[in-house]
């Protein structure tokens, strides 16, 4: 099953624009993962916030996380044509001895030049 | 360094026909996974190793399918009898976490495109 589901499913914007897109889930984690694909490609792994961070920066990307809500966004500055993909929201929970991700269904980014 | 390696990249079988997919993960890393991607949907874990030993299973349809990672390093999954709901990316992922020490992130590979007709 997926444990996160990210909001909105689809996002076009304008090269230039901010992208952002959130990401909802149901159960206690340890952290909390952002990962894009482009079309036919595997994941890339973007950023990880853990659970006692409330926000995280690299580069263009901003990740927020609210614990209490059980959510989080990811922020893309000043988009760019290259950033169209897909982009997932991946959890690990707090418990278990696994460590597994669990994925939620995506949004997919669509930047316009 | 060298990313994951998968082959082939692109699959079509007739149902009831049998399958393998192979992976070559990061060197070093120790945990290997096998995810199944439907069009449209997130990655779905199908099962999780440690060095050679099976970690997570649980979500591996075993009337079906299989897998098995030789000597802890590349691994392949096998499907017998394909269905048409097998039709998917099939994507191998590695990460370096060993019980020492907990990395979290994963390093996948291209992925196979299966089609099942």
């Known amino acids: 099953s997926q444990q996160g589901e990210e909001d909105p499913q689809a996002l076009s914007i304008q090269e230039g624009e901010n992208a952002t897109m959130n990401c909802s889930y149901k159960?206690?984690?340890?952290?909390l993962q952002w990962y894009r694909q482009n079309s036919g490609r595997g994941l890339v792994h973007l950023i990880l916030?853990?659970?006692?961070?409330r926000e995280k920066h690299s580069g263009r990307l901003r990740v927020t996380l609210d614990t209490s809500k059980k959510s989080s966004s990811l922020l893309i500055t000043a988009s760019r044509a290259a950033d169209t993909a897909s982009y997932f929201c991946?959890?690990?929970?707090?418990?278990?001895?696994?460590?597994?991700?669990?994925f939620g269904s995506g949004t997919q980014l669509t930047v316009l030049p | 360094e060298a990313g994951v390696a998968q082959s082939p990249r692109y699959k079509i079988i007739e149902k009831r026909q049998s399958v393998a997919f192979w992976c070559n993960p990061i060197s070093g890393h120790a945990t290997l996974y096998w995810y199944q991607q439907i069009l449209g949907q997130g990655p779905k874990l199908l099962i999780q190793f440690q060095n050679n030993g099976v970690v997570d299973d649980s979500q591996l349809p075993k009337d079906r399918f299989s897998a098995e990672r030789l000597k802890g390093v590349d691994s392949t999954l096998k499907i017998q009898p394909a269905k048409l709901e097998d039709s998917a990316v099939y994507l191998c992922?590695?990460?370096?976490?060993?019980?020492?020490?907990?990395?979290?992130?994963?390093?996948f590979g291209p992925g196979t495109r299966l089609t099942v007709t």
């Open positions: 992922a590695s990460s370096l976490e060993t019980g020492a020490r907990k990395v979290y992130e994963q390093y």
């Open positions: 159960t206690s984690i340890n952290n």
């Open positions: 991946a959890t690990v929970p707090l418990s278990g001895s696994a460590r597994q991700l669990t």
């Open positions: 916030i853990r659970s006692n961070e």
